[in-house]
């Protein structure tokens, strides 16, 4: 054999020992190598689970809040309702009867004691002479409606436009507690703006239309 391919032979063998003992571990290193795999998977693991627990109770709690807002969108049989909670129905019954009583007084007034001086007043305010026609009945049938239970949602938001309007161009100039102050239009526009967003709550028409809420739906 030529001596120039016993070299290249002999130079071949250096390389190959030379890069089996880089990749060599001392004492087992192969072996401890491949342990801290396996351990870092393991961790991998349990990290992957405890995401997907916490991506799980993260999307609920929209889900919970909707369910306090919107109705039985979401049910948790395993959390026990305290006794306040039980009570919510009554609750917005009464926010209901207090509204709607107070709105059908006034607007049974306008509507059948000076239904044209009211569009007249409306219309020294700058609105149209028409829109004190809207405002009174919107008070008187929007109360009654409230009072039903029935179309809550609309008829509170057009309540709560027209005190809206109300606090602004005749009360707001004199002050919380003033003589024909906004406290008392502030607090029925309170109420209406909750009923907007709660509804009429079980103790309502509402309810009975859609097929008496979510325990009959599920029956």
């Not at 305290?82 to 009570?87: I, K, T, V």
């Not at 008070?139 to 009654?144: T, V």
């Not at 109420?191 to 325990?215: E, T, V």
Request: hydrophobic share 45%; glycine share 10%; aromatic share 10%.
């Amino acid at each position: 054999m030529p001596a120039r391919e016993i070299l290249s032979s002999r130079a071949r063998d250096h390389n190959a020992r030379h890069h089996a003992q880089r990749l060599a571990l001392p004492n087992g290193g192969f072996a401890r190598l491949a342990g801290h795999t396996q351990g870092a998977e393991e961790r991998y693991q349990k990290l992957r689970g405890h995401a997907i627990v916490l991506f799980v109770h993260l999307h609920a709690v929209p889900l919970f809040c909707c369910n306090l807002v919107c109705g039985d969108l979401v049910t948790y049989p395993e959390v026990p309702l305290s006794y306040s909670e039980r009570l919510q129905p009554l609750a917005l019954l009464f926010m209901r009867l207090t509204l709607g009583a107070i709105m059908v007084v006034h607007g049974y007034h306008k509507v059948f004691g000076g239904l044209h001086h009211h569009a007249d007043y409306v219309a020294s305010l700058g609105f149209p002479h028409w829109l004190g026609y809207v405002s009174s009945f919107t008070e008187f049938l929007g109360g009654l409606l409230i009072l039903a239970g029935l179309f809550t949602r609309i008829a509170a938001f057009a309540i709560c436009v027209n005190l809206c309007v109300a606090i602004w161009k005749v009360h707001l100039h004199n002050g919380l507690t003033g003589d024909h102050g906004i406290e008392f239009p502030l607090a029925l526009a309170t109420l209406a703006f909750a009923l907007i967003f709660f509804g009429a709550g079980p103790i309502a028409l509402d309810q009975i239309l859609r097929g008496g809420g979510s325990s009959a739906r599920g029956k």
